[in-house]
Each structure stands twice: as C-alpha cells, then as structure tokens.
C-alpha cells in the first residue's frame, strides 16, 4: 500500500464526529422548530451561525425580552413552541421575563440559555456571567432542564417540546452550558439520540358525564352566556367554536385575545354589552377563559346579584373553582370538548329566548350607536376616539392584517373600538398586562403569519420594546407602527407638585418625534397631526409593505388614568378617613 493509500484508509477508519452545536441544531429541525428568536453572544454565537447555516432562521435581536416576546407569541400563533435564545445570566434574566410571561398566558415557548461553567458556577468562585440559571428559571416556567451530555440533547429537546406543548401549554427553559456545545460523539450514536416527539399535544377527551352534566346545565339556562378566552382561540378549534356558538344562538363575550374567534360584528356577539350580560346572564359557559382579574373573579358587582352557575372548559383540572364554584367542569382540550358539547346539543335544542337576546341586541346596538359620532370627529390633535375610528375601518378593510396593540388608554379603548373578523389575528398584553410585548409581537406576527403588522402603541408601550425598529427595517418587515403620542403615560398634562424643575413621573418629552427613530434604520416615518393624515399613512403603509413609524399626535389631555382600570390603584385609607 502506497503511503497516500494508507492515509486514505486511515481517514475512512476514522469515526464520523458530531458535537453538540449540531445535535442540538438536527434535535430543534427533526421537530419542525425552523425559527430561532434571540441575541448573540458567549457561549452562543457559534451556535447561532451555525444554525442559520443549516436552514434555521435565526432572527437577532436588540434586547432579550423582545426576542422572548417574540417567542412567546410564535408559540401562541402556531402551537409550536416559539424558540428564544440568549447568552448567559443577564441576557438569561432578560429572556426570563417572557418566559414567565410565556407561562403565565399558557403560550409554548421554550427559552435555551447558554450557561457558565458549572463547576465554578456551584462553588460560586466567580466565573464569566456565574448564575445558577436552572434554579432561577423553575418558579417561573411549566419544567426546566439542563442538558450535560451531548448524546442527552435528543431527549432534552423532545422533554422540552412536550412540557412546552401538551396539557396547559407554557414555557420551558432549557440550560446548556458552554462546554456542551464542543462535545464530540460518535455521528451516528448522536443521529440515534434525537427523538422526534409523536404526538406532542395528545387530545384529551372530556368524560361524557361531564359534558352531560354541562349540557344540563346549559338547557336550564334563562339567560345563557358564552365568555371566549384565548385558550379558545390558541385552540384553532374555530370551526366546532362557531358551530356550537351558532347552533346553541347563545351570545357571547369575547375576551381581548378571542376577538376575531367569531367576528365582533356577528349578530350574536355582545362585547358592547359587556356589562350587561355579566350582570344579568344566569348561566355562564366559559371556553378557555379563566375566572382572573380580567373577569373580576366571576364575583362583586360587575356580576350582579343574580344568582350564577358556571359551566368551564379547561384543559387543566386545577383551574376548576379558582375562584367561585363551577358547577359543571368539563376538562379536556377545547376542541374535543366543544365537539362533544356540539353533539350533545343535537337537534332537539332550544335557543335562549327573544327576551334575553333581544336585550342584549338592544344594549349592544344602543351602545355602538352612542359611540359612532366621536369616532368621525376629525380633531387635531386627534382624540383616541378619532384616531381608533380611522384605524377601526382599516382593519375592517384588511381583516387579514394582524393587530398588535399595548398601552393603557391605548389599549383598552382600541381593545373597545377596533372591531376583529378573524381568529387569532389580535395580541397584546395578554394576562399580565405587560407594557413590552409591542416590537417583538410585530415581528413574530410577521415572521409567522406572512402577513401584513399594524401595531397601536402607547407613546410609553413603545418605549419599552423601541429599539427594535432596527430588527424591523433589518429584516425589511411589513410592519406599521402607530404610535399614540399623547407626551406620557396615561396622559401627559400631570405637574411637578414641587414646581421643580423635574417633570411629573408620568410625562415624557413634549412634542417628540418617533417617526425619526424609523427614518433613522431607512424605514418610512410620518407625522400625523389629523385623522385624515393617518388615515393616508396607515393605508400606505399596508399597501407599500414598508416598515413604518407614524407619530399619530394626540391631545395630551385626552386620556384617563390607567386606562380602563383605575379602579385598581391602591387609595390610602388615611385620605378616606378626612
Ligand atoms: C412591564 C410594565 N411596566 C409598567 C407597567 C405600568 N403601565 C401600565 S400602562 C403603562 C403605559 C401607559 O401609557 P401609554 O402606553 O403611553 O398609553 P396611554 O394611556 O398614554 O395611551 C404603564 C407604564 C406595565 N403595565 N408593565
Ligand atoms: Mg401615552
């Protein structure tokens, strides 16, 4: 054998390597997870070319929290877990926050932190961005993993997915520590470790006593309500949703994140008579909506006095009487519960009564009526009502576009006043009612959804996620951006009490100009001073597909404090007593 013969023979011999950069790259493809969202650095960066360089995109960000909330919603908008990625410690810490945000509103999200050395990490001597990662995530997401062996990633990356996935969906963090990912196994011992996860959301199917139970219930209804959450809408169960909604002629409320399940405009629909059909209703049918702050506890006097039976579908059997009794719990996933409502229905159904509906029609009706005339004013400065009346039309002529929309005024009047066509096409704060959520949601809405982003933002909502305009315009992103610049948070009229020469906590900046942060990246900016102007901008924007920043200028006295909810400022019972 010649010397090169021999060499040759050598390499054959020679074990095929993998290590862990791609393991865990073929472990998140063999799944379908294609979308990497997160921000560079130690211990990660490598991993990160490398998996934009074996067809997984990987979408840089800013700042951490916004990659999360990207991820969050990913999850939320697929019933895949959305994937963020992120460095060590501070930008673990940064992520965590949307990670638990992610838990809290049962979105799938798995959140994969590179970490420190663990040796030095558990004798804390100091090393690179030490934190004990895992035990700080715990509390905070559905199940938490470190992975310390390459040929364990496989079933990390599929023990991640089903946490994230199955029952109540949530968020799960996955901890891989730097030294993991330059570990060297055998390829093909390595291509035999990956698991492609079978059926990572089994249904689970609701026992036919509970449905009979809940259709007993249902039957013995005066004055019937269906409340819709956005367990229903994660569900895309729409089909059975409509189909029991329509068949059963009840109405039905829907929360923020169900607008869209059935159309606002549906003749069934009650969102304009919130207020009535909580007090009123005697039977209440909650489909993944949970009896929390945002439903007054299913309790007080937002639910009147009248007597009230609850009939819940959830997937988790623990958020059965988390807060008043239910008197039918049907646990399962939405959709084989809703089916099974639908079949018990049958044919022998009677609808609610013309008197019930027929009140709730008339206080819906009366209460559209009152509102139409300040949606067409065409002030300027704009108020929030003449500026969410233009916005309101636009998206009733693009009910494909998808909404994002934070703030606090902001958000609840557009939450009240932008009517929604289509599921899951409306995400905002969510459970917490987080400021933040703005720029990452836009750019994961456009990343998943291939369509068109119109986003309404408080003038301090922004703030918190602004400078990801330069992902926006790097990733050339069809996203218009509506800020409601009304120079502070709430409103921006308040006064230092001092007449010092701080501003009050609540206002910002007079007059400021956020469509230059756009002009700054070569996005388009404009400044709208009229709700004809930013009618003409919007409309632009959506048709151009250009990234887009309009300064919608709105009187600074116009809004009220906290929006919708100032009820919940604590009151000093010192004040009361005088
Ligand atoms: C992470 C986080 N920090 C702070 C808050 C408190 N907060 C509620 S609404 C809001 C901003 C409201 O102002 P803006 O977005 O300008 O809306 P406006 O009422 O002025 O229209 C803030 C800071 C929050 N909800 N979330
Ligand atoms: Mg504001």
Redesign the pocket.
């Known amino acids: 054998m010649t010397a090169l013969a021999q060499n040759i023979a050598a390499v054959d011999a020679e074990p095929e390597l993998t290590d862990g950069f791609h393991l865990i790259i073929d472990a998140l493809k063999l799944n379908g997870l294609n979308t990497i969202y997160g921000v560079p650095g130690i211990p990660i960066t490598d991993f990160g070319r490398m998996a934009q360089a074996e067809g997984i995109r990987v979408l840089s960000f800013r700042h951490e929290q916004a990659a999360g909330y990207a991820a969050s919603i990913a999850g939320y908008l697929t019933k895949k877990p959305g994937v963020c990625l992120t460095v060590s410690a501070p930008g673990f810490l940064n992520g965590l926050t949307a990670l638990a945000h992610a838990t809290t509103n049962c979105f799938p999200m798995i959140l994969i932190s590179g970490s420190s050395e663990r040796e030095i990490v558990d004798l804390q001597q100091g090393d690179y961005e030490e934190m004990d990662q895992l035990a700080i995530a715990k509390p905070l997401c559905k199940a938490a993993f470190r992975v310390l062996h390459a040929a364990d990633i496989g079933i990390a990356v599929a023990r991640a997915i089903r946490a994230a996935v199955s029952g109540r969906p949530g968020g799960v963090y996955l901890d891989l520590p730097a030294k993991l990912f330059g570990q060297v196994i055998d390829a093909a011992a390595g291509q035999k470790s990956l698991v492609k996860v079978i059926d990572a959301a089994p249904a689970q199917i609701p026992g036919p006593e509970s449905i009979k139970r809940a259709l007993d219930v249902l039957k013995s209804a005066k004055k019937p309500l269906i409340i819709l959450g956005k367990g229903a809408a994660y569900a895309q169960a729409d089909d059975a949703i409509k189909a029991l909604v329509e068949t059963s002629g009840i109405p039905f409320l829907p929360m923020s994140m169900a607008k869209g399940l059935l159309p606002d405009t549906h003749p069934q629909c009650a969102g304009a008579a919130r207020s009535t059909v909580l007090k009123d209703s005697d039977v209440v049918l909650l489909i993944g909506a949970r009896l929390n702050w945002l439903l007054s506890h299913g309790k007080g006097k937002s639910w009147g006095d009248a007597p009230k039976k609850f009939i819940q579908i959830d997937i988790e059997p623990k958020e059965m009487d988390s807060n008043v009794e239910i008197v039918a719990p049907v646990v399962g996933d939405i959709g084989s519960c809703v089916a099974a409502l639908l079949d018990g229905i049958g044919k022998g159904w009677t609808k609610p009564s013309d008197d019930w509906t027929g009140t709730v029609i008339k206080k819906r009706d009366d209460n559209i009526a009152k509102m139409a005339p300040r949606l067409m004013n065409n002030n300027s400065p704009m108020d929030y009502h003449g500026a969410l009346g233009v916005l309101r039309t636009i998206i009733a002529e693009r009910p494909d576009a998808m909404l994002v929309n934070?703030?606090?005024?902001?958000?609840d009047l557009a939450r009240g006043i932008v009517d929604m066509y289509k599921p899951r096409k409306r995400i905002d704060?969510g459970t917490w009612?987080?400021?933040?959520i703005g720029m990452g949601y836009c750019i994961a809405a456009a990343i998943e959804t291939g369509k068109p982003v119109l986003a309404i933002?408080?003038?301090?909502?922004?703030g918190?996620s602004g400078m990801e305009v330069e992902t926006i315009c790097r990733y050339n992103l069809p996203v218009c951006i509506v800020v409601?610049n009304?120079d502070?948070?709430?409103?921006g009229t308040d006064v230092n009490p001092t007449g010092g020469a701080d501003v009050a906590p609540t206002v910002f900046v007079k007059g400021a100009r956020y469509d230059k942060m756009m002009e700054a990246f070569g996005g388009v900016g404009v400044n709208a001073t009229s709700p004809d102007e930013l009618k003409r901008a919007v409309n632009e924007a959506m048709d151009s597909g250009k990234p887009t920043l309009i300064n919608a200028v709105i009187d600074p006295a116009a809004?009220s404090e906290?929006?919708r909810i100032g009820n919940l400022n604590p009151q000093s019972l010192l004040k009361k007593k005088k």
């Open positions: 934070e703030g606090a005024n902001t958000l704060v009612g987080i400021m933040g933002e408080g003038d301090s909502a922004f918190f409601f009304n502070g948070i709430y409103r809004g906290s929006g």
